[in-house]
């Protein structure tokens, strides 16, 4: 069956990086475009951007252009979103899915805190 | 910017049936696909309705999406209500530019 698996919580100072996994089984990774979304503490869900697997080609959202980094590696069908110059509105679960409308990962917990 | 517009809330009884809607902001709702999430406390979101009306495998047929160009909504309808659809439902389609867009949310709480 399909299925994404993300990497581990993560604490952060600010200002630093934060690079978060997303591992895909049951389908063909360059099949389907991923997904990055985030979901603040009691708050909505906010989309990132996606990434190409087949091509690597990348569209972010506006509110993240210039911080945020998608990148993948289709050798072991992982999916990579790396956020910078972290701060504290920043701390959210962050989920990647599969072709919205589809699987979508556990999410990871990143907490950014001094 | 385009948005999409959801009730913060609804409240049904255990049985019967509640629709939650999901109103763009501009532009035509029926020029791009809607879908519809589930999210449980504490769980990740899943897919209850893709492509404005299909249901993934594992879906009961309690759960039909539609479209409604007059009023530019889409709609969730949950009929025979049980209490573990008491969760946070989210609509989502897409801009003009074809960037993703979510509805705010709707808490249903089955009561």
């Known amino acids: 069956q399909v299925q994404l698996v993300q990497s581990g919580a993560e604490v952060k100072k600010p200002g630093a990086s934060v690079k978060v996994s997303c591992k895909a089984s049951?389908?063909?990774?360059?099949?389907?475009?991923m997904h990055w979304v985030r979901q603040a503490p009691g708050q909505g869900l906010e989309w990132m951007g996606r990434?190409?697997?087949?091509?690597?080609?990348?569209n972010y959202a506006q509110n993240f252009q210039g911080r945020v980094t998608m990148t993948r590696d289709t050798s072991i069908s992982t999916a990579y979103m790396e956020l910078s110059g972290l701060r504290s509105d920043d701390t959210a679960i962050y989920y990647c899915?599969?072709?919205?409308?589809?699987?979508w990962g556990q999410g990871t917990l990143v907490t950014v805190s001094s | 910017n385009f948005m999409l517009t959801q009730p913060h809330s609804v409240s049904e009884s255990p049985g019967k049936t509640v629709t939650i809607s999901c109103t763009g902001s501009s532009g035509s709702i029926a020029s791009n696909y809607v879908h519809w999430y589930q999210q449980r406390p504490g769980s990740a979101p899943t897919t209850v309705i893709y492509?404005?009306?299909?249901?993934p495998s594992g879906v009961p047929d309690r759960f039909s999406g539609s479209i409604d160009s007059s009023s530019n909504s889409a709609s969730l309808t949950i009929s025979g209500l049980k209490t573990e659809d008491e969760a946070g439902y989210y609509c989502?389609?897409?801009?003009?530019?074809?960037?993703?867009?979510f509805g705010g949310g709707t808490k249903l709480t089955v009561l």
């Open positions: 049951g389908y063909t990774f360059t099949g389907y475009y």
């Open positions: 989502q389609s897409y801009d003009s530019s074809n960037q993703v867009v």
């Open positions: 990434i190409n697997p087949n091509s690597g080609g990348t």
């Open positions: 492509e404005d009306n299909q249901r």
């Open positions: 899915a599969r072709g919205l409308g589809g699987v």
